[in-house]
């Protein structure tokens, strides 16, 4: 797991694993101080792999060859007794987005739920309790 600009690895980044239908295996993985992990103990199968750095980490989400949806992401298979190897994440800065919520005396307000929607069609989908995006 490396910084995708600078190459340098990237240690303490939680790793998630699912199967081929896209179900979260009960098995997670961290990064060393290298950037090296190993997800062991898997069934002999296809699977999405993910990498989840933290918020403090300030790198994106992303599936096995850089895909932030695993309806895009590829599948890698595992075989019985054997490593599979190459399986290497190149990790993108992420960005942010901060403020203030304020009443309308501008005073601002604690412990304010805040949601981020990626359109206009997942925010009308989200009030319709479908959660589709």
Known sequence: ???ADSATPIADVDLDCFDSLGRRID???RTQADGTYLYG???PGSYFLRADPSARQGRLEQYYQNQSDIGQ???ID???GSDTSGINFAIEPAGWIEGVVMTESSQPLAGIDLDLFA???C???AIDMLHLC
């Open 1 to 3: 797991m490396t910084d």
């Open 27 to 29: 098995i997670t993985a």
């Open 41 to 43: 103990s898997l069934a």
């Open 73 to 75: 992401a590829m599948l």
């Open 78 to 80: 595992v075989a019985a």
């Open 119 to 121: 359109s206009l069609v």
């Open 123 to 125: 925010f009308a989908l």
